[in-house]
């Protein structure tokens, strides 16, 4: 009969591929997000030592996502994707788009949060508090160059094209749309790390494993 003690060495032995296997997902913590003055960017608060602060807060938090602490951008100013090709219509950002746009798009502070009166004082940004225009972390409002954000996929969509796959696979579910059917920026990136080493915020190793999920070889 196993003893208890190897019954647990079997199962540390069983999830220590996981644990640190290549798929593995990268922190925050070392990580451009981690925007507290022990973070590794050139973007990061002054004094602040909290993480999560920048974009979460248990108390003080808008409804406009999960315990959400950021001040987020003014839909109706977005130029978006739009080709005669395209099936579908881009909305103006919804969603965790809309949320990643708090910063990226270049109009608002770093450091405009709810439960900070006044905001965090930042450094790295521009006179305004915001990303600086030459980043490449700035979007701009513009977007009409990206992939497709804020736009629903289905069937319909992906039957009327037939390099669309349908339904997306992803056995590991690291890329989809968001619950409501909506392809958003997290489809591709995950703001809390990344499963590439070369790529920021990317959701797998490679951006071909990330298209193939929606798009035929």
Not at 158 to 175: C, G, H, M, Q, Y
Not at 176 to 205: I, M, Y
Request: net charge positive; aromatic share 6%; proline share 6%.
């Amino acid at each position: 009969m196993m003893s208890r003690r190897t019954a647990c060495l079997v199962v540390v032995a069983a999830c220590l591929p996981l644990l640190l296997g290549a798929g593995r997902k990268t922190s925050i913590i070392n990580s451009a997000h981690n925007l507290s003055v022990s973070g590794p960017g050139a973007i990061k608060s002054q004094t602040e030592t909290r993480v999560c602060i920048f974009c979460h807060s248990s108390h003080h938090a808008s409804a406009e996502g999960p315990l959400w602490n950021h001040e987020t951008a003014q839909t109706g100013k977005f130029l978006t994707y739009s080709r005669s090709t395209l099936l579908g219509k881009t909305e103006q950002p919804n969603g965790a788009t809309k949320l990643c746009l708090s910063c990226h798009d270049g109009t608002i502070a770093v450091g405009s949060v709810h439960s900070v009166p006044g905001g965090i004082a930042m450094q790295g940004v521009d006179g305004g508090g915001q990303i600086p225009t030459a980043s490449k972390s700035n979007l701009g409002t513009d977007l009409s160059g990206t992939h497709p954000v804020s736009i629903k996929f289905g069937q319909q969509q992906a039957l009327a094209k037939s390099t669309l796959r349908w339904p997306p696979f992803d056995p590991d579910k690291e890329v989809g749309t968001d619950a409501d059917g909506f392809v958003q920026c997290t489809a591709c990136h995950d703001p809390h790390g990344a499963r590439s080493k070369s790529l920021p915020f990317w959701n797998k190793e490679s951006f071909g494993q990330v298209c193939v999920v929606c798009h035929e070889y």
